[in-house]
């Protein structure tokens, strides 16, 4: 894998951890560095980048405060994606919040342009990118 493109995931990383970045922001690195996808597992504390030759890398993040109940509440996932789409929040209250509405980690399809939300028992909240349908 490039060393280029594991920079960019690093640093997208690292930019999020710190709330240096909007997901905007992120979304639009990773695709000109050419990243297919990424999973973010809120309980491990790591997120996986794909490219489309199926080369993968898997990168630790700044653990999420708090555990995942069983239920899974789709509309408080949308209701932490609209409070950081706003502005009121910022990365690690948008994570403090999923993981509150059950979300143990989520995936984000760039050429699919939309991100999954996804709970302990498989129950998901797709959420498309602004002006993706």
């Known amino acids: 894998m490039d060393t280029n493109v594991v920079d960019v995931m690093r640093e997208s ?3 999020s951890d710190e709330e240096r970045i909007t997901f905007g922001e992120v979304v639009a690195r ?3 560095a050419g990243v ?10 790591e997120k996986t980048f794909y490219l489309p030759d199926d080369s993968s890398i898997v ?9 995942a109940p069983a239920a899974f509440s789709a509309a408080g996932v949308e209701a932490a994606v609209r409070a950081i789409q706003a ?3 910022r990365y690690k ?9 059950g979300c143990v980690g989520y995936q984000v ?12 028992t498989g129950d998901a909240h797709v959420e498309w990118f602004p002006g993706a349908r």
């Open 93 to 101: 209250e948008f994570c403090r919040q999923i993981v509150a509405a």
């Open 13 to 15: 990383v690292a930019a």
């Open 87 to 89: 502005g009121r929040i």
């Open 59 to 67: 990168l630790p993040n700044a653990p999420v405060v708090g555990t």
């Open 36 to 45: 297919e996808r990424y999973d973010a597992d809120l309980v491990r504390a």
């Open 109 to 120: 399809s760039l050429s699919g342009r939309r991100a999954i939300y996804y709970g302990r």
């Open 30 to 32: 990773l695709m000109a």
